[in-house]
């Protein structure tokens, strides 16, 4: 039977985290399911966990008022949802709703704060790997906010 | 490189009272005969009646944004340069058409061939400077060289006599020996004449390029041209050499240019440029065109004409969305990387011929040659710092 | 090939619409036989015509079509200005005019153990779909395929039909990506680098096919490099104006290249100093 600390080495986020910071951040964690459907998180309520995909498939929502929710990004196995955990008391900005069955370790983010502020070590360490996933998906999100396949100024 | 080693076969000498006598053969020949005249203010390529339509006794002073006629204290036939206008107009006309449409039943239309279909007139090309040989030879490489050879141009190539003449001055925008393209016509001219004016005597030597040209010069008043003669034609052609007006290195510039793409001079120089495309225009190597569709008011008749175009103008590069090249700097600086750089990619030789054009066209003055210069001597200038090139 | 010679490069010929079937809001694709010559016109997965409707325009339109199956004639046109509109609203028994085929072809990846990497975003999959035929024709020993698609939304979809039974096949593994979509949307959403970064590769053995919008490419291509793909490895699709389409006008230069003829297909590895210009 597998413990949260050997799933944990499945998502890139974790690679190369030593076996001590895996245990100390597994500490936190506790897995969840999901089926089709459901959510994981909603958007407005607080933001206080934090998600790392093992396998199916997770929607990012944004309700938009007077019609059906947008996806605007789907997650995948190995990627994870979340960071508003960082900052205690913030809502979540969107909602994760399951597209397939999912399978994911949910950490609590009192709990890694917690960890973060006893071992400045692995909270950089954590902190500076989560600005990465940050940057690219502010990357993408700005690709997407171009509309490339749009009509264009000319239209 | 300037003049040239010596004309070869036999040179012959043509005097100056007999000039006439050219033109006489030549419309025997069926030849419409098209030179310089002056007109307007300025030195065009238009038909010709006789020596009479010559500019004689007429030179012109070019410099940056200026050009102006002159008199001279002689009475020389070709004692200026070149103007506005080159045999680009004649060989690849401003307007065309290409094919016509008409509107037939069902949803159908047919199509009937237009110009490709036609035979151009036979045309003598009298004056021909060096430089403009070369742009000749490189609209040639532009509308001939690939797989769908530009029929109706190759037609008009072939029923044209060219009559080179290597000029006795050079004008300040002039630069043809830095383009090694010039002052003494080498190769791709049927007749070369060189203008000698030495006290009471006024002459040409003449010498054959092509059988139709030995044919021809067979029926002229001509004679053997005697040693001193010869050097005497050379030596107008050193002197010419040597009156260059500007000059541009060419050494290395394909590169040079290609690796300055984000040079601030680029930016200096779309601060004066008004996108105007005269530069275009008068370019004899400038072949862009653009193909518009034009119907008649019932909508029953379509035609598909040819007319010049600029890489200056907004829409040239026009994709859906935009332009690829919007701002005025990205324009300029395509003209000129094609024209110096590009080209040598394309055809295998820069795309100037140094006629200076221009530089005298120009309404702000631009000066290639100065240009290539400030790049030349600023080479880098404007790339990213620290080693930002590698990629993706 | 049916073209004529020289002289016929500049002057259409004429091609009835048998189909016009509508993909999205303002995408079609027609199918069309030709009037003038009996021949099924023979072409090359990545060429393109210039595509007249009378009195309205020519425009350069890749040919998206089974080249194993010439007959008939297919394209599929966005109506964006006069001529593709023209051409879009063109119905069975209207006649349009067709020049070419022009340009270079998609590299032949029929080699056996090369795997083919096919990246479509929008209206690219248009070019892209002879290449896709072709690879999907070619035999057992021909190495892995995948096509990645992207698009603005799922009812933007080009080929929605098709791409079902590609799914379904074993040959080739499909993977779509949209920039948005709403609930009954199973598939991804995000951009087509994401799908570049999770899909299996071996950068050794890969040849990847590009074609989509200018942009796209710019970050299609960095996310394959990232990859460890080897420049020589990607070709990409460009697009600029086209007025003669026989690399005479000179509207479609980009750098030293005539899209028209040099490309449209270009291996990356030609135009990889142009793609780090702006406005070239």
């Known amino acids: 039977m597998k413990t949260i600390a050997d799933l944990l080495p499945e998502i890139p986020l974790f690679e190369g985290l030593a076996a001590e910071q895996l245990e100390l951040l597994a500490g936190c964690g506790r897995n969840v399911v999901a089926e089709p459907g459901e959510y994981l998180f909603r958007e407005g309520t607080t933001a206080d966990t934090f998600f790392a995909l093992r396998h199916g498939a997770v929607g990012i929502e ?94 | ?206 010498e054959g390029g092509s059988e139709a040209g030995e044919r021809l010069a067979a029926s002229l008043p001509l004679r053997e041209a005697r040693p001193e003669e010869v050097e005497a034609a050379l030596a107008v052609s050193e002197r010419t050499a040597g009156q260059m007006g500007r000059e541009l290195d060419t050494a290395g510039i394909k590169e040079l240019l290609y690796r300055n793409a984000e040079h601030p001079r680029w930016d200096e120089v779309s601060e004066r440029c008004l996108t105007c495309g005269n530069c275009t225009m008068v370019c004899p190597t400038c072949f862009c065109t653009t193909d518009e569709d034009v119907t008649d008011l019932a909508g029953e008749t379509a035609e598909r004409r040819q007319r010049w175009d600029s890489c200056f103008t907004l829409d040239f590069s026009y994709v859906h969305g935009g332009s690829v090249r919007h701002s005025p700097k990205s324009r300029y600086r395509q003209w000129m990387t094609h024209k110096l750089a590009s080209w040598i990619d394309q055809f295998g030789s820069s795309g100037c011929v140094g006629c200076g054009r221009c530089i005298a066209w120009c309404p702000v003055a631009i000066d290639i040659t100065e240009e290539a210069a400030v790049i030349r001597a600023t080479d880098g200038a404007g790339a990213p710092a620290a080693g930002g090139e590698e990629e993706a | ?125 248009a070019p892209l779909r002879p290449a896709l035929y072709s690879l999907l024709a070619r035999s057992a020993g021909g190495g892995r395929l995948t096509l990645l698609y992207g698009g603005r939304s799922p009812e933007q979809l080009l080929f929605d039909a098709e791409l079902e039974r590609w799914r379904a096949r074993e040959d080739i593994d499909v993977r779509v990506t949209v920039d948005t979509a709403g609930s009954g949307w199973m598939g991804a959403v995000g951009v087509v680098p994401a799908l570049i970064e999770k899909v299996e590769i071996d950068p050794a053995r890969t040849v990847a096919l590009v074609c989509g919008p200018e942009v796209m490419l710019g970050f299609t291509i960095a996310a394959l490099v990232e990859r460890g793909l080897p420049p020589g490895a990607i070709h990409v699709s460009m697009e600029r104006n086209m007025k003669c389409a026989v690399g005479r006008c000179g509207h479609c230069q980009f750098g030293p290249e005539f899209v028209c003829r040099d490309g449209a297909v270009f291996p990356y590895e030609r135009v990889r100093r142009l793609f780090g210009l702006r406005e070239v």
């Not at chain 1, 790997?129 to 000319?154: C, K, N, S």
């Not at chain 3, 072809?105 to 083919?116: I, K, N, R």
């Open chain 1, 62 to 155: 944004i309700s938009v008022p007077g019609r059906e929710p947008l996806v605007v990004q789907t997650l995948h196995p190995g990627e994870v949802a979340g960071w508003s955990w960082i900052f205690p008391a913030q809502p979540w900005s969107f909602s994760g709703r399951a597209i397939e069955r999912t399978r994911a370790v949910s950490f609590d983010g009192a709990c890694l704060r917690g960890k973060c502020e006893e071992d400045h070590e692995l909270g950089y360490e954590l902190m500076r790997r989560v600005a990465i996933v940050m940057a690219e998906r502010l990357r993408f999100t700005r690709m997407q906010l171009l509309d490339i396949y749009g009509r264009g100024e000319a239209a």
């Open chain 2, 1 to 206: 490189m300037s003049a040239s080693p010596s004309p070869a076969g036999d040179a012959k000498v043509l005097d100056r009272a007999d000039f006439e006598s050219l033109f006489g053969v030549l419309t025997e020949e069926g030849y419409e005969v098209i030179g310089p005249t002056a007109r307007d203010g300025a030195i065009v390529y238009e038909a010709l009646g006789g020596v009479e339509d010559l500019p004689a006794g007429w030179t012109d002073e070019q410099d940056g944004g200026s050009y102006r006629l002159r008199r001279r204290e002689d009475e020389a036939l070709f004692g200026h340069n070149v103007g506005p206008n080159s045999w680009k107009g004649q060989l690849h006309p401003p307007d065309q058409l290409l094919w016509r449409a008409k509107r037939a039943a069902d949803g159908d239309f047919e199509v009937e061939a237009g110009v490709a279909a036609e035979q151009p007139p036979r045309r003598a090309f009298l004056g021909v400077r060096s430089c403009d040989l070369h742009a000749i030879s490189h609209l040639d490489d532009a509308l001939l060289g690939f797989d769908h050879p530009d029929t109706a141009y190759a037609a008009r190539r072939a029923n044209v006599f060219v009559i080179a003449v290597n000029c006795g001055q050079a004008a300040g925008t002039c630069f043809c020996v830095s383009m090694q393209t010039g002052p003494r016509a080498s190769a791709g001219f049927d007749l070369a004449l060189t203008e000698v004016l030495d006290g009471d005597r006024h002459w040409f030597l003449v």
């Open chain 3, 1 to 125: 090939m049916a073209a004529g010679g020289p002289a016929e490069a500049i002057v259409p010929r004429r091609f009835r619409v048998l189909a016009n079937r509508r993909e999205n809001e303002d995408t079609f694709t027609l199918e069309l036989e030709g009037l003038d010559s009996p021949d099924p016109f023979e072409f090359e997965p990545g060429q393109f015509n210039m595509l007249y409707a009378f009195g309205a325009g020519e425009v350069p339109i890749s040919i998206s079509g089974d080249p194993a199956a010439p007959a008939p004639l297919v394209h599929t046109v966005r109506a964006v200005g006069a001529a593709t509109r023209a051409i879009c609203a063109a119905g069975p028994g209207d006649v349009l005019g067709v020049r070419g085929p022009y340009g270079s072809a998609w590299p032949d990846a029929a080699e056996d153990g090369v795997d083919a990497l096919v990246v479509a975003g929008g209206l690219g999959l």
